[in-house]
């Protein structure tokens, strides 16, 4: 149970993209801790939706680079919600399982996914990201996608220390839901 209490929410009092998840049963407790802060909230959801809608980094990257976080922060909350959403990305079994047993030079992955991983380690874990990493990740990806994994690990790295600071219940969620909203979410901004 969460150490300071998940708000109920009115959906009519949101804003159009959040009473937009909250109609699609997509309104995580995550989110509606976020929005015990309403415009820094709100903005850290569309921030989170523009990753999902916008980013050049293919679905499997985006979600082996959130699982990864997730895992790298001790979030339990981050990889539950991420493990059907990496599924229907692409990301595989072994691959899962790599992950949660730290396992970041696994064969499970290619090449480029290493590089992807250490990466994302690295930037979680230091301030600074060795050449060499530097050398690896770039090799591999575009500099636009190498600054979208920072953004991105950043992001989730706010959502999972929200979630393990106040203890949030996780959202009993076997599907889709998230990615769906954040398509539509997408085509909206567009």
Known sequence: ??????????????????????????LLNVFKMFLSAPEIGTAL???????????????????????????????EYETAQHEPISRAAGVTDRQRSAIAKRQWKSPAFTESQIALIRFVVSILQSPTVPQETMDAIRSHYSDRQVVELVMLTGCYFTLARVATAFDIEIDQQEDTRIIDAATVIGRRTE
């Open 1 to 26: 149970m969460a150490n300071i209490p998940v708000p109920e929410i009115d959906p009519a009092s949101l804003q159009p993209t959040i009473r937009h998840l909250a109609e699609r049963g997509a």
């Open 45 to 75: 959801i569309e921030y989170g939706y523009a990753h999902l809608a916008h980013s050049t980094l293919s679905p499997v990257d985006r979600e082996i680079t959130i699982l990864v976080t997730g895992r790298c922060c001790e979030c």
